[in-house]
């Protein structure tokens, strides 16, 4: 499985941005996907997570949302009134496994390139 991600930029805090994750090779929709962020100097950090229902992070919950398009192989992460705080890498990932944990990085079996989002004050 290869995944794509995409959509990162510069933002002015209070604005949006969607990201795309798109999945290549051994695909499903039955994966597990999450999206992960790390900060300059921080530890990777759970965002969001979809696979037969959807998980946020405190943090986004109400401002973020996570969806996904089984035709296309792509998942999105729909991020609104956005936070200078929330300038990070994002990531996307897949959990191939029958059980679900959503929101531990160890538990993904692939990962995304990354994509950066910055949001200024």
């Known amino acids: 499985v290869q995944l794509q991600a995409s959509g990162g930029g510069l933002v002015q805090a209070g604005g949006s941005l969607r990201l795309s994750c798109t999945a290549s090779?051994?695909?499903?929709?039955?994966?597990?996907m999450g999206w992960f962020r790390q900060a300059p100097g921080k530890e990777r950090e759970f965002v969001a997570a979809?696979?037969?229902?959807?998980r946020y992070a405190d943090s986004v919950k109400g401002r973020f949302t996570i969806s996904r398009d089984n035709a296309k192989n792509t998942v999105y992460l729909q991020m609104n009134s956005l936070k200078p705080e929330d300038t990070a890498v994002y990531y996307c990932?897949?959990?191939?496994?029958?059980?679900?944990?959503?929101?531990?990085?160890?538990?993904?079996?692939?990962w995304g390139q990354g994509t950066l989002v910055t949001v200024s004050s």
């Open positions: 990932a897949a959990d191939l496994d029958a059980g679900w944990e959503a929101t531990r990085p160890q538990a993904y079996d692939y």
């Open positions: 090779g051994r695909t499903s929709g039955s994966y597990g």
């Open positions: 979809i696979r037969w229902t959807t």
